[in-house]
């Protein structure tokens, strides 16, 4: 069974870091493209960013581009999400998700999520 399973969530002030951080299991991890999504209340889950499990390229949202920087770990079955200057807006839930096919994961159709982690931004 795959478990995904986010830490690292907070509550920081505007200009603030935090680095998220996901485990998965029950899967091939070296296999899977691996993305952050994030939704913030009263709108819908958008994706943040994501890393291809071969080339390990990378794709980012606008919004968050220059400043958050996703990356993986195959020997440790993790992927994080480094998030520098941090403003209100960034303020969501924030899930991870893994699938065998990055275009699935862009497109946010994941074979598996994790529950989440609260990230807060206090201005």
């Known amino acids: 069974q795959v478990q995904v399973v986010e830490s690292g969530g907070g509550l920081v002030q505007t200009g603030g870091s935090l680095r998220l951080s996901c485990h998965i299991s029950g899967l091939t991890f070296a296999e899977n493209a691996l993305g952050w999504f994030r939704q913030a209340p009263g709108k819908e889950r958008e994706g943040v960013a994501a890393i291809h499990w071969g080339t390990s390229g990378t794709v980012y949202d606008n919004a968050v581009k220059g400043r958050f920087t996703i990356s993986r770990d195959n020997t440790k079955n993790t992927v994080y999400l480094q998030m520098n200057s941090l403003k209100p807006e960034d303020t969501a839930m924030y899930f991870c998700?893994?699938?065998?096919?990055?275009?699935?994961?862009?497109?946010?159709?994941?074979?598996?999520w994790g529950q989440g982690t609260q990230v807060t931004v206090s201005s």
């Open positions: 998700a893994a699938d065998r096919i990055f275009v699935t994961l862009v497109r946010g159709k994941p074979a598996h």
